[in-house]
T-cell receptor, first 114, second 112 residues
Framework: SQTIHQWPATLVQPVGSPLSLECTVE??????LYWYRQAAGRGLQLLFY??????ISSEVPQNLSASRPQDRQFILSSKKLLLSDSGFYLC?????????????FGNGTRLTVT | AQSVTQPDIHITVSEGASLELRCNYS??????LFWYVQSPGQGLQLLLK??????LVQGIKGFEAEFKRSQSSFNLRKPSVHWSDAAEYFC??????????FGTGTRLLVSP
């Protein structure tokens, strides 16, 4: 069966420091991968998605970037964190080439920028 | 632009009582609709989905949802709520290829 792993679970970082969040998927090949951010009272916002290695689509301009160095690995990064980057970050995957495939989420990373 | 509205930020229901969470969507074509549940500090779990066919969809944990095109709604229901149902519930629509747009969520509180 497919599983998705996301780490770390919690992270406290000072303003201006770099960020690297990692997500890996097991049990499936060439999944579509997503990074969402959840801010209090604002639902989930799609940040990035990827349909293949090295292919990244950004949904909103921001201080973050994403990379997909391997088929089942998705990394969210920042060179210098801002206070506004605080939030709950969720990685998700879906079956490729299927219009109505639901998303399967990891357990999230709670990021607090101080 | 496609959007999802969940008008209730919080709902409190007594254990054993029935539940209905509201969801309205804005989308020009036939939507693909989903309900997810999120326990505190956790990721989201898919409860059910609607693509086509029968407008009453059954999901996990005793939940169901009814698609009403005339009202642009996809409300989530459960006949008898359990304390373990306390969580945040998200409605979502898939307006584009493999991308979901989520509502802002409804937090369900269950009173004894």
């Amino acid at each position: 069966s497919q599983t998705i792993h996301q780490w770390p679970a919690t992270l406290v970082q000072p303003v201006g420091s770099p960020l690297s969040l990692e997500c890996t998927v097991e049990g499936t090949s060439n999944p579509n991968l997503y990074w969402y951010r959840q801010a209090a009272g604002r639902g989930l916002q799609l940040l990035f998605y990827s349909v293949g290695i090295g292919q990244i689509s950004s949904e909103v301009p921001q201080n973050l970037s994403a990379s997909r160095p391997q088929d089942r690995q998705f990394i969210l990064s920042s060179k210098k964190l801002l206070l506004s980057d605080s939030g709950f970050y969720l990685c998700a995957w879906s079956v490729p080439d299927t219009y109505n495939s639901p998303l399967h989420f990891g357990n999230g990373t709670r990021l607090t920028v101080t | 632009a496609q959007s999802v509205t969940q008008p209730d930020i919080h709902i409190t229901v007594s254990e054993g009582a029935s539940l209905e969470l509201r969801c309205n969507y804005s989308y020009g074509a036939t939507p693909y609709l989903f309900w997810y549940v999120q326990s505190p500090g956790q990721g989201l779990q898919l409860l059910l989905k609607y693509f086509s066919g029968d407008t009453l969809v059954q999901g996990i944990k005793g939940f169901e949802a009814e698609f009403k095109r005339s009202q642009s709604s996809f409300n989530l229901r459960k006949p008898s709520v359990h304390w373990s149902d306390a969580a945040e519930y998200f409605c979502a629509v898939a307006p584009g290829f493999q991308k979901l747009v989520f509502g802002t969520g409804t937090r369900l509180l269950v009173s004894p």
